[in-house]
């Protein structure tokens, strides 16, 4: 296994900007193709909302996030050596608006509200299900989520889904409370 995993910013002012990260055992970033999709599906949407990433890993989905107008970004990362690494990166970049959390994402204290949440935990652990009952009070009015998930998760009741797309074995979905 490689020592880094470098990720490569797709759209909007950071374009093009390279992430150096630690690989760590279970680091799975969302895959380019995912995230050019997913941030499709939010262009014109994204602007000046506020964003938390539950699962952060890499941090991919909140930089591009960043990139592409987000207001603000929460990523929430167990991980201490990734999570510093995120902050690392937003202090050579000098990015304002990214919020590092060291911790779970299940327990954490959060505050919201938030308009947009990706939800990408460890595959495998059956997390989806909790992490959408811990982020529900959390948030606004209209607020869309997006989950990344392995084949075979059924997504619990109270929620909408509004769009839905597969990449090899990443499963890709945009919900809304119900």
Same mark, same amino acid.
Not at 6 to 35: A, W
Not at 93 to 114: C, I, K, M, Y
Not at 128 to 136: D, G, K, N, T
């Given at each position: 296994? @490689?020592?880094?995993?470098?990720?490569?910013?797709?759209?909007?002012?950071?374009?093009?900007?390279?992430?150096?990260? #630690?690989?760590? #055992?279970?680091? /799975?970033?969302? #895959?380019? %193709?995912? %995230?050019?999709?997913?941030?499709?599906?939010?262009?014109? =949407?994204?602007?000046?909302?506020?964003?938390?990433? $539950?699962?952060?890993?890499?941090?991919?989905?909140?930089?591009?996030?960043?990139?592409?107008? !987000?207001?603000?970004?929460?990523?929430?990362?167990?991980?201490?050596?990734?999570?510093?690494?995120?902050?690392?990166?937003?202090?050579? =970049?000098?990015?304002?608006? $990214?919020?590092?959390?060291?911790?779970?994402? $299940?327990?954490?204290?959060?505050?919201?509200?938030?308009?947009?949440?990706?939800?990408?935990?460890?595959?495998?652990?059956?997390?989806? @299900?909790?992490?959408?009952?811990?982020? !529900?009070?959390?948030?606004?009015?209209?607020?869309?989520?997006?989950?990344?998930?392995?084949?075979?998760?059924? $997504?619990?009741?109270?929620?909408?889904?509004?769009? /839905?797309?597969?990449?090899?074995?990443?499963?890709?979905?945009?919900?809304?409370?119900?």
């Amino acid at each position: 296994m @490689a020592d880094t995993l470098t990720l490569r910013i797709s759209g909007g002012s950071l374009r093009g900007r390279k992430l150096t990260l #630690p690989n760590q #055992p279970g680091l /799975r970033p969302t #895959p380019s %193709r995912v %995230r050019e999709t997913l941030f499709n599906w939010l262009q014109g =949407w994204l602007e000046n909302q506020r964003v938390l990433d $539950l699962f952060a890993g890499a941090g991919g989905l909140s930089l591009e996030a960043l990139s592409r107008g !987000a207001g603000s970004v929460d990523a929430v990362e167990q991980d201490r050596d990734l999570a510093q690494a995120l902050r690392d990166t937003a202090a050579d =970049w000098r990015l304002e608006g $990214l919020q590092v959390h060291q911790g779970n994402g $299940l327990s954490l204290a959060l505050a919201g509200p938030f308009d947009l949440v990706f939800i990408d935990p460890p595959f495998g652990r059956s997390m989806v @299900a909790p992490a959408l009952e811990r982020i !529900a009070p959390l948030l606004a009015d209209g607020a869309m989520v997006a989950v990344e998930h392995e084949k075979g998760v059924t $997504l619990p009741s109270g929620w909408i889904e509004l769009k /839905r797309t597969q990449a090899g074995q990443e499963h890709l979905c945009l919900l809304e409370r119900a």
